[in-house]
């Protein structure tokens, strides 16, 4: 990947190619990004400008041995650390980021800016946690302790470091610490304020942008994981539960709750909640009259309006602290038919 295909985010490009051109390459970077903002897609192109023989124009060439090992994700000095678990896709009992690496590399080469649930999706584990464990944190300090294939930078990609646990976490410390030279940590993250502060403390942190209207049509386009179907899922389960508590009805406002706890991951589950705010939100601004940054799909203009015109102020506020409440309790394994039925049903009542 080079900087010149990166979406939007050019400010972080810029300060990416200042910092390797200047020799001021930080060894432990965290990268946080709101979901699909392209961080590790910046990783990638920065990792392959760093390891790049003939780098020209502030980018990489795209051509030399490194940059097409890049390009292809084999880079024999670029480790890839990211939540897995157990799953149908591997025989390995403990399994780590190794045992799932080929999907990984499909997945990120079809699309840098793939989500989480795309990962779980790809390496077949959708209805569990991906974590990364203590064996994890033993493989990269064995690869790091071999002496490099090139004379580049080493590097580790570390994708979700909130998912590592204290055990792992301490394993790593030193290393993130005090790296051997020329190596570098690259942690890409969704919620920084849950990476452990041991690790966090000692990155150097990034603020990856989130992405204008027209920069995450065009991520949408790469993204042949059914981004159109999924939308298209949740807008009518969105709309039939709208409906359903505009005309009263119970009963369907239920079935629902059921529907979407059914959704087939928590990943899934939380993209719907956060599908849910987004539009509730669409519905609050259009009753502060400002439909313009609204940002609502013009086939879709007339429910809004209607639910608009249908809906307090008080029911958009006290509905999106409700979904977060519940976003968090997804995390912590509460089940999630308790969740969405208790969620429809202070909808239901605060209309
Ligand atoms: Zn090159």
Known sequence: MKFSEIIGNREVVQALR??????????????????GCGALALA????????????????????CPSCRQMSKLIHPDVHFVFPVNKGSKTSDDKPTSESYLKFWRELALANPYFTEADLQKAIGIESKNGLIAVAEAKSIIGKLSLASVTDGYKAVIFYLPEKMN???ANRLLKLVEEPPEKTLFLFITHAPEKVLQTIFSRCQSVRVMPLTREEADKVRGMNPFDEDEQYMMFMDLFSDLMNGIMSRDLMSVLECAETMAALESREKQKAFCSFMS?????IFLIRQKMPQIADVREQEMMFYENMASKCKDTFCTRTVTNIEKVVALIDRNVSSKMLFCDLVNRMFLSI
């Open 18 to 35: 200042s910092m390797a051109d200047s020799d001021r390459v930080a060894h432990a970077m965290l990268l946080y990004e709101n979901e």
């Open 44 to 63: 990638l192109a920065y990792v392959q400008y760093l390891n790049c023989a003939n780098p020209s124009g502030g980018d990489s060439c795209g051509e």
């Open 166 to 168: 204290q055990e792992t």
């Open 278 to 282: 987004e539009c509730i939100r669409k």
